[in-house]
Each structure stands twice: as C-alpha cells, then as structure tokens.
C-alpha cells in the first residue's frame, strides 16, 4: 500500500526536506527520514513530488560501505535564492545566494554608520532593492531575506532595540513590506554562531561559543545542540562585561567595559591616537583612513610581521583573553572559535588570548576547551543570514501576516 502524504502536512514535510538538504547538501531518503522523524515512505514520495516540481535532483549513488549504496538526493541550485545581508556598525554587505550556498551575485559593499543616522533604513531597503534588481532574479524565486545586525534584536518580535527605528511597526515587517519579501532579523553574531554551527567549526558540536571580533566583541552561543538567544534574545553582550577598571566610556555607556580594551574600532582609535603623537610604521600616514580602512591596514600589516601591527593586536587579544577566561569558567565549552572581521589576524589573537588563560584560568578548564580560528571567517555573518532565512521557511506564513509572501517560495 503506496503511502500517502495529507495535503495539510505536504507542505511542512517538504520543507523539512528542503531545510536538510540545503544545510547538508546531499543525502539519502534513509539520512532524511532519521533527521526529520519521518518514515522512509513518506520521505521517498515526498522526494519524488519534488523532483517532479524541478526542486530536488539525483546525485547519485554513495560510496560503498560494504552493502547496497543510497541514491543520494540535493537540491536543484537554480530554483531557490535567498537575499543575504551582513550588517556591522559602519559597512553593510549583500549577496544573493542559491540552494547550493554559491554566491549568485558579487558581494557588495555600502558604508552605513548606523549611530545617530535617521536615514539608515531607508538607505538600507534601497540597497537591498537595487541589488535585487540588477541581479535579474525574478522576486518569485526569492524565499527571503535574512539579515544580520548588530544591537538588541528580539527575533519574535521583529524589532531592533538599538538601531534602524521603524516606528510603530516592527523593523521586520516594516522591511517585509518595503521589499515585498519575507524578511529575517536577527543579531549579527548569533548568525555568525549559527553559520559556524551549520557549516564550520562547530557544526555537531553540543557547546560552542563563537566570537565575533568586530567593531564591538559579540558572542554566539550554541548550547546543547542549539543557538541560544536567551530570555529576550539578548544572550551574548560579551563587549559589555566590565573586565577593566580604565573608566574609558563604552558605547553602550557604561565604564570598564571590554569593548574598550579588545574591539577592532578601539585599535584602529589607538593607532590613530598614537599616529598623531609620532609613532612610526609601515602603516604610513593614517590619519585621513576611515577607522574600517585603519582596522584593513593594520590587519595587513600584522599578517605580513609588522611590529607595531603585531603589538596593537596583541594587546587587544590579551585583553580579550580575560573575558574568555570568564566565559570557561562560566560555560565549560567543547570549543571556542573565533570568527568575524578579526578571524583574519585569528592566528596572532590566539597567542595572546592563550597567554591570558594561562594566566587567568583554571588549568582543567582550559585544557578541555579548544580554542580556534573559524574557516568561514568574515564570510560567516553572510553564511548565517541565510541559514536564518531556511531555518524559518516553514514558519514564514505564520510571521508574517502582514507581508506579501511571494508566489512560490514555499514549496507546495
């Protein structure tokens, strides 16, 4: 007797296929059914349903492990697209990726400070817009946008505490509407955490935490088996923890903060200030560089041995070490991965932040945590806006009541 799949349930049961391939990139009917608790023949009838609808496409046969190889099944790259947008302080980021994680569209840049900038969000859904635009894709084959930002974000509700204000209506419906798509925020490092769990260091891991060293020091947490937001989705201030007593004024406002001892936009400040009073390296003249182009030339610099470079990001590292070592004692992780802008001089921050713990850790922690640079690096926030977007693709018509759900993007 041939099994049958209710209409109610077919869309939701091929989602969650479609959400496993996209993060696994290929698997057998037998791999889906255990990931998705489903039996094999309401799997195998839902894979077929889908090749027939050009979504899903033969891989072929695995390789042999001693008995009848699995045809494994992927996702066709041609039909789904998701809009993936990567937001810090001062520089936004936008690609459109496919099923396959290939980048579509060239990554493009606009510098956005989001401090005190009423224009911001308007500038922002025209960015968006025109990327969409000159992409060619149709809007039909768009699933949604995902975006990482930075600040207080509340992911049920759809709202920035911090920044991009859209009034009485949520931020996310509010973009929803504007682009007529659906529309995912969430903090820029829970998404770097998530992309690093479903497809860097962390994935399978059951406890990790992700940094994000940027203009702030963020942190993603996965803890057992799944990011975790917290009670208001505000888990992973790590920037604000007062690890200092050098009473330097933190953006957040408070004193002390670790934001003033370890972020990117406190060492491109530092070298800057230092410039000005006479230090000399091969950094030149910096003085008329943007903070992201200082941070750019010291990292640089750095990588190829300059001194003072090295020195500057040294420093940032062992302070940040200690508030790691909070984090150990607290936490008790499998791994710790560093990731965001400053994975890119990860290997020099690892030297520092290890000579923090130990100074400032216990040594059986220490000893069970492994410390590491991400493979994904600054590509991670990217990564994780679109991870964001398939991970809610089966509860799009539910979050959305208010925005207009393009014909075909969910798989019916």
Known sequence: MKAKIKNSKDVGLKNKILKQLFFNKSLSCLDLSELINKSIPFVTKAIHEMIEDDMVIEQGYAPSSGGRRPLMYTLKPDKMYV???????????????????????????LE??????????????????????????????????????????????????????????????????????????????SLIALAEFKFGLAKSKDTALVINVG???????????????????????????????????CSCGKRGCLETEASMLLVANKALEEYKQGTVSSLGDISNLSPREVVSA????????????????????????????ILIHIINPEVIILSGRGAVVGKILLASIQQALHKYTIPRLAESTELCVSNLGFEAEIIGAASLVIENLDKTPAKLKSATVPKGALIS
């Open 215 to 249: 203009w702030g020091i963020g942190l993603g947490l996965i803890l057992n088996g799944q990011l975790f937001r917290g009670h208001s989705g505000f888990a992973g201030e790590f920037s604000h923890i007062p690890t200092s007593d050098n009473d330097n004024l």
């Open 298 to 325: 010291i990292m640089e610099a750095a990588n190829k041995g300059d001194q003072y470079a090295v020195e500057l990001i040294l420093d940032a590292g062992y302070a940040l070490g200690r508030g790691v070592s």
């Open 112 to 189: 956005l400070p989001l401090y005190n900038n009423t224009s911001a969000l308007s500038q922002l859904i025209e960015f968006i817009s025109l990327h969409i635009e000159n992409s060619g894709i149709r809007k039909e084959q768009i699933v949604g946008v995902g975006i990482g930002m930075p600040g207080f974000i509340n992911t049920e509700e759809g709202a920035n505490y911090t920044f991009l204000n859209a009034g009485d209506q949520s931020l996310q419906k509010h973009l929803s509407t504007a682009l007529s798509l659906p529309v995912y925020i969430d903090n820029d490092s």
């Open 83 to 109: 809009v993936s947008v990567a937001m810090d302080q001062l520089i936004t980021r936008i690609t459109i990726i496919d099923s396959s994680t290939n980048y579509i569209t060239p990554v493009s840049s």
